[in-house]
C-alpha cells in the first residue's frame, strides 16, 4: 500500500489503494463501540481532513483524504474546537 501525495499550494490530497476487492466505503466506527481498541484510523481522518472519501476501481476502491494547510489564528481555533 503506498500512498500518493499532491499539492496544490493550499491543500495535500493523499490517496491510497485499497485492494480488498470491496467497493464499499469505509465507515467510522464510534470509539464506544470499538472498546477504544483499534478502528480510530478513519476517526482521525475525519477530524483532520475538509474531506475524504472513496473512489471505486476495479481491483478494489481509492480512499482519499484532503488536508488544508492551517497557520496561526485558524490553527489555534482549529486546535480548541
Given amino acids: 500500500m503506498s500512498p500518493r501525495l499532491s499539492w496544490d499550494g493550499s491543500a495535500m490530497t493523499i490517496e491510497v489503494d485499497d485492494k480488498d476487492g470491496s467497493v464499499c466505503p469505509p465507515a467510522i466506527v464510534p470509539t464506544a463501540k470499538s472498546g477504544g481498541q483499534g478502528e480510530t484510523g478513519l476517526s482521525l481522518v475525519d477530524r483532520l481532513s475538509e474531506l475524504w ?3 471505486s476501481r476495479p481491483s478494489g476502491k481509492t480512499v482519499y483524504a484532503r488536508v488544508r494547510l ?3 489564528a485558524a490553527l489555534f481555533r482549529a486546535a480548541v474546537t
Fill in 53 to 55: 472519501g472513496t473512489s
Fill in 70 to 72: 492551517v497557520t496561526g
